[in-house]
């Protein structure tokens, strides 16, 4: 038999990180539950919004399908972000978390080797999202810079994004209580430009709508794929919702990732 | 003397759980330590304090000779866990949860790759390596999760209760393992409620209770510390078992669950003609009355007055939390 040797270094930061993505985007595409569940409601809603109630939404100035599924790519990742959340949860509740947390690797890592993997997934299933969106007659009105960079965004809101739902996962207590919690996809997806145009909510919801943060990331996205004309009929021009979004992701990011890195580390 | 674990007065409240409550334990290098107790006498709570999962609320912790409270990164170098259920993943095959962590245990790829093929092998597992791990057995999955804790060839494995839901097979198998292990040189810490674990696995007991130490040392010596033989005595009837602790005086106790009453004596042949007469002036019909060597199921009971399958009292029924 042979003997096992003792490793002469510990893990870098970035053989961490990548390891336990790599690690984690394994078990989320293996998972049907997780990975399988985000496109297929991710689709069905889409199908729904566009067949069954966008007939009664009227958007001036866009078709409502081309309204509608960048809207879908954007909020998708509050969806996916809530499955990624619950297998955090189960994480930690099989012990595996345990382990890591034994092992001479940086929390940082962790943590960020695991928001990684969440946010690809989170591009992933938009990037899916996108294709069923062209299959039911979105068109595009872009170059590919913009198709990139929107890309790019996409996956910086993702990243953002992925600490808080990681954050959730760990605080949850279980995968249970992190279901439970994935909800709010429900009021920040819909109380947003995602599916509907704010001009029509009323007071207080629309002040929400237009300050958080998916209206700011789904209005750039709109005008990165639909030429940057169509967000003044939002009411600003693309850079400020790029601006906004970035803004927001940075905000998200400071807050969620010290958040994140303390309860990993909660003893 | 390389001492494997040293704590003073080790702490651990939660609320007003008293999960550690001042624990002792000195234990050199070179050993396997079984540490003893019933449900809920901290046993958990003392492997994840020294495995760094957890902040002691007081005392001091050196484990391998390392402050926990001022060097938790060396410690983690120096250990490998594996926690009281298996934290494998199971959507990945054996052969993936292995590299990963040999990977993060700080391997590059080829040696991740030598360490997990060599793990499999020695835990038996080389056939089972490529299939998801969600396929294999209870017993699989904890071999391959003591197997985890290995890759990174530790020099103090940290296991709370192994065998814990295993069928005697099973068991069996990761008791060779374990020893095998112990075998080659690597200090074992295992957790476990079984006497009988215990007694196969470890070079020195240390027997906890409500998150003290209650008694440690080698088999022998707990059962020496006893000193006395024991007069067992198996009644016909549970309505007569505390008519026989009467009938057999003060030092006599009860174990709730097998209809026997355990007496321990120091002039052993004289004493048990005393206890045949005595239970039968009382007329307590009896199965069977017998002297023998104290095991250490007595001396479990003689030092905590309870087994070790009985919780008894508050803190120890509870559920067990990780
Ligand atoms: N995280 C926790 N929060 C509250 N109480 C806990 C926690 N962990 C353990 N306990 C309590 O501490 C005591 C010891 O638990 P534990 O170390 O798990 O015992 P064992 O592993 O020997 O069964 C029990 O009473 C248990 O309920
Ligand atoms: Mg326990």
Redesign the pocket.
Known sequence: MTAILAPTHTASWTTTAFTFAARTLRKLLRTPQVFGIAIVQSVLFLLMFRYVIGGAIGVPGVAYVDFLVPGFVVSGILFTGGGASVAVAEDVASGQYDRMRSLPIPDSAVLAGRAIADASLMVLVGLVTLIVGFVIGFRMNTNAGDLVFAFVLLAVYALAFAFVFGYLGLVSGSAQAAQGLSILAVPFSFISSAFVPIATMPGPVQAFAKAQPLTFMVNAWRGLLLGGNVTRTFGHNLGYYVVGSLLWAAAIALVFVPLAMRSYRKR | MEMMIEAEGLRKE?GD?K?LAGLDLAVPSGKVLAVL?P???????LIRTIATLTRPTAGTLRVVGIDVAHHPKQVRRSIGLAGQYAAVEPALTGRENLRMVARLFGHDRAAARAAADAVLEQMGLAEAGDRLVRTYSGGMQRRLDLGASLVGAPRLLLLDEPTTGLDPRSRNELWLAIEDLAARGTDVLL?TQYLDEADRLADIIAIIDHGKLVASGTGDELKTQLGRDVIDVSVKHDGDLQRAVDALGPEATVEVGNSRVWLPVTRGADELIAAVQALGAAGIPLDDIGLRRPTLDDVFLALTGHTTEQADGD??S?????
């Open positions: 939660y759980v999960a107790g449900n809920g006498a901290g046993k958990t709570t957790t803190a120890s509870g559920t067990s939390i990780r």
